[in-house]
């Protein structure tokens, strides 16, 4: 069988992710069969979410069972992401698995509102990984001042980051600073 054009970049050394998550995509196996053509990851952001929530019937149901026991509309849709991303989590472990850490990951952001908020960005980034509780998640988290604290203790506390937003050099540097004093302090710990 001919490969893929994802199996032939994976075999030069790419990963390809997909920015793309929904409950069909989990259920109806189209994930998994991206995951078996090569896929290598996935990353999801709020506005992905509220696509995929607000169009068709995927959720219909889950939003009324939430609704009926008195969640409110943030935690409701905590629930239905921490959710979809906990099932993806659990498609890609295999390859998480294989790569021994390299690749496999399922990236969530966390609430940007709180992207000028170290003390909560890091609150939200803990809460999240307890919730979410698959190793192979990273936690989406802006490289801006605020950020740059907040990247730097999670990782001293061994959860996943993913560093976006780096548009310039100056930017590029304090994240690889960030990184490397967070990954210091989780060494040390032993």
């Excluded at 290598?40 to 069972?65: C, H, L």
Aim: net charge negative; charged share 30%; with cysteine.
């Amino acid at each position: 069988m001919a490969k893929t054009k994802i199996e032939e970049l994976s075999e030069a050394g790419q990963s390809v992710w997909m920015d793309s998550i929904s409950r069909s995509m989990i259920e109806s196996g189209k994930l998994q069969e991206m995951i078996d053509m090569g896929l290598r990851g996935m990353t999801s952001n709020p506005t992905i979410f509220d696509k995929a929530i607000s169009s068709g019937n995927d959720y219909n149901e889950k939003v009324k069972q939430l609704n009926k026991l008195g969640k409110s509309t943030f935690e409701i849709y905590d629930d239905l992401t921490v959710r979809d991303i906990q099932d993806a989590a659990d498609l890609f472990k295999p390859v998480y698995e294989k790569t021994c850490g390299l690749d496999g990951y399922v990236s969530l952001e966390i609430n940007p509102k709180l992207a000028s908020d170290t003390r909560e960005t890091i609150k939200e980034g803990k809460r999240l990984h307890a919730k979410v509780n698959r190793p192979n998640v990273l936690f989406k988290v802006p490289s801006t001042d605020e950020g740059f604290e907040a990247i730097e203790e999670l990782l001293s506390e061994g959860i996943n980051v993913n560093i976006t937003l780096i548009f310039s050099r100056d930017q590029y540097i304090r994240t690889t600073q960030a990184f490397l004093k967070g990954m210091k302090r989780l060494l040390d710990k032993g």
